[in-house]
């Protein structure tokens, strides 16, 4: 149990325009998404945190204009990379955090998408 | 910034049991210890996780010392499927619940 599936594993775009990438929680509610960042030979790096019904909240950094975050239901958050650049190019990973989960509840990932822009 | 400290790399030979430490000197009373790994190009893996007792499953151990300022994770049998990047983070009871990574622990099993 506690799958969740991104869309699309890997996109490639031309440099100005926008990816939207999707986070599913497959078999659980999230009320909450993570979304996170990874350059290559680098940690994960938080971006945003995705409340259900609500406006996400970004973390220092990063441009709230330049990655829309919508999470329009308990199983869906998406992530739009608007105007893309090549500097955007990156690997996208979200993680959903279970309906009324606590500390104690692991948070499940999933396995990434590599946006890369040309 | 993440609140824990681990080597960057380690090597282990297979069949072997693999000891991961972490620091979290200044972990809080309302913070847990949690285990992930990263295979490469690969979302993170849960492990394992504990808030004070020493934790066991299917996967891995995990060591807590009595004062929670550091950890073992401890892979009894390693095998070549566990290179990857072992990632030591604490996490806060209540609230956002965020995960935090640090630079992880580069794990590589030889044969």
């Known amino acids: 149990g506690a799958v969740v599936s991104q869309h699309p594993s890997w996109v490639i775009c031309k440099s100005g325009t926008s990816v939207k990438i999707e986070c599913r929680s497959l078999?659980?509610?999230?009320?909450?998404m993570f979304w996170y960042r990874q350059f290559p030979k680098q940690s994960l790096m938080l971006m945003a945190t995705s409340n259900e019904g609500s406006k996400a909240t970004y973390e220092q950094g990063v441009e709230k204009d330049k990655f829309l975050i919508n999470h329009a239901s308990l199983t869906l958050s998406t992530l739009t990379v608007t105007s893309a650049h090549p500097e955007d190019s990156s690997f996208y990973i979200c993680?959903?955090?279970?309906?009324?989960?606590?500390?104690?509840?692991?948070?499940?990932f999933g396995n990434g998408t590599r946006l890369t822009v040309t | 910034d993440a609140k824990t400290t681990q080597p960057p790399s380690m090597d282990c030979a297979e069949g072997r049991a693999a000891n991961l430490p972490c620091n979290h000197s200044?972990?809080?009373?309302?913070?847990?210890v949690y285990w992930y790994r990263q295979i490469h190009s690969q979302g993170p893996q849960y492990i394992i996780h504990?808030?004070?007792n020493n934790e066991t499953n299917e996967m891995a151990s995990l060591i807590i010392t009595e004062d929670r300022k550091s950890s073992t994770l401890i892979l009894p049998h390693a095998t070549l499927r566990d290179t990857a990047v072992y990632y030591c983070?604490?996490?806060?009871?209540?609230?956002?619940?965020?995960?935090?990574f640090g630079q992880g622990t580069r794990l590589t099993i030889n044969p």
């Open positions: 983070i604490v996490r806060v009871i209540q609230g956002a619940q965020k995960l935090v």
């Open positions: 504990g808030l004070k």
């Open positions: 078999d659980f509610q999230a009320t909450t």
């Open positions: 993680s959903a955090s279970l309906l009324g989960g606590t500390g104690n509840s692991p948070l499940h």
């Open positions: 200044t972990i809080s009373g309302n913070e847990y």
